[in-house]
Every structure is written in structure tokens, then in C-alpha cells.
């Protein structure tokens, strides 16, 4: 019998310890960006910086918050994780439905097809050609049609729609209801939890998207956040966006403490909105995961 230790199991306190050590390795990373977005640039790069800033600034925040091609990159991608979550959750949830009915015809040859897409793909260049081709090269477009449907998506939700109760549907049937009001007044009021998960995977992967941005534009007015970080991430060159600083704070800023603290700005939604929808994702995963 393992010994305990004021009620706690040896297996316990090594569970604790572990776990305890994997959230700092998770969490510093985040304070160490934090830390040093607070600091002077020239003193960072002497380094020994840590736990706290050792020279006191915010003028790289300043900096940030006055850069207009930031926040042109801020409305851009919230815009998108927005609208794409709004419409890729919408399609994704009608087509799931659809295949989580035994009468669909030819279910199976389009669940194989739909498979098939998940192990293989054309390759960037035909899909940059078919954009090219469609039109909807350097438009605000590209962001959304792409990214309407996910087979993984797909499988999650329509493994939950096929484990609730077939009893809701036929008393629904009985009262005359068609499929869209079944679906809008039955199955989507029931599945809230796996329709949070999977919303919050769409929003995240559009908030953290900047590849389609990168390849598929030219246009600056389209530029998301996350591709505007990369092109901070990589210059050398501070962009003061156009307002006068003291000689002596533009002598002391380099372009790695901004580009610490524009990280900063662009998690702030995330790490806010988060928390109000983590409640949802291990009812969400584990009942989605399981089919009827």
C-alpha cells in the first residue's frame, strides 16, 4: 500500500510534482515574452533577464499601439476568425448532420471520399493555381472559402449527432418537424459542447493562420496579425509608427522588445476569451470521440 502523506498517495504527489513542473515549462515562455516586453531594448540584449524586467518601460507598448499597420493586421484577423469561425461551424455542423444519418444515400463512398482528402492533397502549387484561377487571389475571400469544412471536424461532430437519443428525433418527426427545424431545434440545443470544442479549434486555427496570408496576398490592407508578427519577427528595423519619441528612449529600443510586445498584444484576445469556453472541451472531446 503506498504511504500517504497528509491524505495524499506517493502516486499523488508524484502526479502534483510532474504536472506541476509541465504548466511552468508552459507558462514561462509566455511570462519570459511578458518581461521582456517591459523592458529596455539595449539592457535585453545584455541579457540576464528572467522573472522581472530589470530596466522599466513602456514606451515599447507605445510603439505598438500607435502602429497603424498593426492594428489594420488586428481588425483583419478578427475580422476572419469571426466571420470564418461563424461560417466554417455553420457548413461543417449542416454536413456532419447529414452524415450522421443512416439513410443518406451513398454514405459510405462519400465518408471514404471524405477520408481519402484527409491523407492526400494536390500540393500548395495546383491549390495556389485554383485560387489563382477562381479569383480569389489578394481577396479577403481566401480567407473564409478554404476553410468552410474540415473532414476532422466532420467525423467529431457527426459521431455526437449519431450518439443522441434517435427517440428525440421520431417524437420530432411525429409533431411534423423537417429536417433543418430538427436539426436547429433539436440536435445543435443538445450538442453545445462539442460545437464550443470545435468552435474554438476554427477560431483559434484563423487567429494563428498567416500562411494563406503570406501566399495567397500581396495586398498590405490584407495582411492578418500573425503575418504582420512574422515580418516584425524578422526586420531589424523599428517601425516608431509615426510619433516622436525622446532621443534617449529611441537610442535604448531595439526591434526584438517590440516585437515582444506586439506578441503580447496579439494573445490578449485569446487568453481573455479562453477561459469562458475551456469548460466545454472535455465533454466536448470525449463525448464526440465516441460514436453511437
Known sequence: MAKKLKGYTTFDIVLIVVFSL????????????????????????AGGIYLLPRKWTGYNYLVVFSNAKLWNAYLVTISR??????????????????????ELPFKKVIYLINIFTMFFSGGLIPFFLIIKMIGMYDTYALYLIPCMYSVYHMIILSSYFSALPEELREAAVLDGAGEWRILFTVVIPLSTPVLATVGMWIAIGHWNSFFDSMVYTQKESLMTLQHYLNRVINSTNIDAGGITLPESVVESMTAEVITFASIVVSILPVMFIFPFVSKYFE???????VKG
Open 22 to 45: 509541465l504548466a511552468l515549462i508552459m507558462i514561462y515562455p509566455i511570462w519570459y515574452v511578458i518581461v521582456c516586453s517591459f523592458n529596455e531594448g539595449t539592457d535585453y540584449i
Open 283 to 289: 465533454k466536448g472531446i470525449m463525448v464526440g470521440s
Open 81 to 102: 476568425t469571426i466571420l470564418g469561425t461563424v461560417i466554417a461551424l455553420s457548413f461543417t455542423t449542416i454536413v456532419s448532420y447529414a452524415m450522421s444519418r443512416k
